[in-house]
């Protein structure tokens, strides 16, 4: 199929979704708003829940890459995770698909997506994998880390924020100042040394 074609049932599926929800929207309205026929959207997915898939692992493909832009192995790895935590938040804010999946939210939507989903979580991970690995070669951070387990950690722990702050409605600067003094709070603690 044409690439641009692809790039608008992307594009109009992902708007749908983010506006309508997973249940909400059909095949017919994708069709409908990329200006083309139902068939065509069928010969790119297998079902709803396949363009729906498509379009969040667009959105957290492009939400890896702006963060991984913000990675530069001459800046200390405890100040390049407050700086990709910040871009982060701030691409979630306007990507929702993105952000839901961040939230944990489709795995009541599609729980038979569980492993792909979980997959998708993990992808998500790369780049504080890649600080935190930085960090142990910067002398910052202790050697025997489980990166993996840290990286998966720290997503947890912004989540959660994220729920939080979203409840709250609080304005995302408010969220990305917070998450400066949690991160400063676990990467040194309470306690004068």
Partial sequence: MESDKVERILDAA??????????????DEVADHAGIG?????????????????CVHRQL??????????????VPADELLARCSAAAVLYLEDHPLAKELVLGHYFEVLPQWHE?????RE?????????????????????DLDV????RVLQEMQAAGLILSFRE???????VADSAVALDLLLKGLVVR
């Fill in 61 to 74: 493909r492009d939400w890896v890459a702006a963060v991984s832009r913000q990675i530069d192995p001459r």
């Fill in 38 to 54: 139902k068939g065509t959207v069928y010969l790119m997915c297998d079902s709803k829940a396949d363009l729906f898939y498509q």
């Fill in 169 to 175: 409605r609080r304005p995302v600067a408010d969220f």
């Fill in 14 to 27: 992902t708007a749908l979704f983010a506006r309508l929800g997973f249940r909400r929207t059909s095949i």
């Fill in 148 to 151: 993996p387990a840290v990286a």
């Fill in 123 to 143: 992808y998500g991970r790369q780049n504080t994998i890649e600080i935190v690995q930085l960090g142990i070669q910067q002398g910052l951070f202790r050697s």
């Fill in 116 to 120: 792909e989903l979980e997959r998708l």
